[in-house]
């Protein structure tokens, strides 16, 4: 398992519900907590590495050792709190060393099923809900560079078109990797949970 990165397909979808929580699915969740602390993040959705299913996982602190601050959330719905949205710096495992200030609510509350398959209701303030909103919008294919300024937006166009470069190589040099081969993979990976 590995974070893909900008521009593969899979991050611009919207990612499709869950049928049921099982033995596998739970592994692929847990997997994904290492890669995530070990690429220094707080928060990776499903199509960050390579899944197109409707769930995230979490941990504000970024600390491996505090389990009670990770949290699993399975076909999520979220609601805006009220207030002015506040702009803060993100970045994101997809677009490495890219960060920009980025407007979002500073509460939020979301439902949705935990990793037993339990529902759960939460309410996040401050940087919690501003991961919340950056994985959700991940499931539904945006990406923080989506909801950029356009004077943010000039600031990391390069890198951006550096990303797409880097991508567009890596179809012409590696013969496992084609835009078709990518897609039946995701194609067979929806037939087989959603």
């Known amino acids: ?34 890669l995530m602390y070990e ?5 990776l959705a499903a199509n960050q590495v390579g899944l197109p299913y409707r769930f995230f996982i979490m941990n504000p602190t970024g ?47 979301i439902t949705g099923f935990d990793l037993d398959g339990q ?3 939460k309410v996040f ?17 945006i990406s923080f560079v989506d909801r950029l300024s356009e004077s943010e937006m000039d600031y990391v166009e390069s890198d951006v078109t550096q990303l797409e470069w880097n ?9 496992e990797l084609d835009l078709e081969s990518i897609q039946k993979e995701i194609d067979e990976l929806i037939a087989r949970r959603c």
């Open 125 to 141: 303030k401050g940087f919690p809900a501003r991961i919340v909103q950056h994985e959700f919008d991940h499931l539904n294919g």
């Open 63 to 109: 600390d491996a050792e505090k389990k009670d601050q990770e949290f699993v959330f399975i076909n999520p719905e979220i609601t805006l709190g009220a207030g002015k949205p506040e702009e803060d710096e993100e970045g994101c495992l997809s677009f490495p060393k890219i960060y920009a200030k980025v407007k979002r609510s500073p509460k939020v509350t």
């Open 1 to 34: 398992m590995e974070v893909v990165k900008y521009p593969h397909p899979v991050l611009k979808m919207v990612c499709k519900p869950l049928r049921k929580v099982d033995a596998e699915l739970k592994a692929m969740i847990l997997e994904m907590f290492p």
């Open 39 to 43: 690429t220094r993040g707080v928060g």
């Open 167 to 175: 991508f567009r190589k890596a179809l012409e040099t590696r013969e």
């Open 119 to 121: 529902p759960v209701k």
